[in-house]
């Protein structure tokens, strides 16, 4: 894999290396098409995944990055993700040859991050960089991002003891039982925000994401809806809502049916009181960048 000099700029390639049609927005067949075309996507965890909460509190399958990526962009374009954490979306971008880039503020993902990369044989690279969201305007020229996919710290949600109550009465006191899985104590970090102060700083993140991406350039988010204190928080209203406000427009909402990977869930709420389990379902929030 060819080193890159961490500067600002970063000198990275962006343009597509495939024979696609200009007119073509990726590199799929017709039938691979149709198979994203529903608005329902299951993922399954593969081996080298790393689902171990005492490294991550919360990692979405390498699956899910690749999909995204499959479907907006061509080989050899530029991907970036603002909260790249252990670097997912890198080792989904590697393995699809095309060149990317994840931030975020805590080092031990970041050096987490580089070990899941291997060196393979094409001419792209993927970076992890200890860097605060806040600051990837100055890694890039305009018009060059393709595709923007990351799955942002979901609000304070874990900033309080885990009491798991979607898990099964006697699964309950499991080894993370009233444990605080929060990512970090940094002010900037999404994570220890309320809803409000947290969909006031994702707007001016991807107020300055948003002129990196090219025209049409795609911005997926994968979040949550929560509880918090007794009330259900419609994380995923105030991120669309705040994008939309600074520039994006919204195209796609896609569920993901996370039915086959929770196991063992409890009777919630069970008898007088109905609520459904968030943890069975999550948003992705498919934005681009208007051409105009």
Known sequence: ???????????????????????????????????????????????????????????????????????????????????????????????????????????????????????????????????DALNISEYFEEGTVSLCITSPPYANLLNRERRNKSKRGDLRENEHFLEIQQYSADSRDLGTMNAKQYASSLGNIFEQILPLLKPKGNCVINISDYWWKGQRIPIHVNVIETLQKVGYELRNTIIWDRRNIVNKVGIFGWPSNYITLTTTFEYLLHFWKPSN
């Not at 990692?59 to 990055?65: G, H, R, S, W």
């Not at 050899?76 to 670097?87: A, H, K, N």
């Open 1 to 131: 894999m060819p080193l890159i000099e961490i500067s600002k700029p970063l000198m990275i390639g962006y343009q597509k290396t495939c024979d696609c049609s200009p007119k073509h927005i990726n590199c799929m067949t017709a039938k691979e098409w149709m198979q994203s075309q529903v608005a329902i996507w299951e993922f399954y965890y593969q081996k080298r995944d790393i689902r171990d909460k005492h490294i991550h509190p919360a990692v979405f399958p390498i699956a899910l990055p690749e999909k995204c990526i499959r479907l907006f962009t061509h080989k050899g374009e530029l991907v970036i993700d603002p909260f790249v954490g252990i670097g997912t979306t890198l080792v989904a971008a590697q393995d699809l040859g095309r060149n990317a880039v994840g931030f975020d503020l805590k080092a031990e993902y970041i050096e987490l991050a580089k070990t899941r990369l291997m060196s393979n044989q094409d001419e792209t690279v993927q970076i992890a960089i200890n860097d």
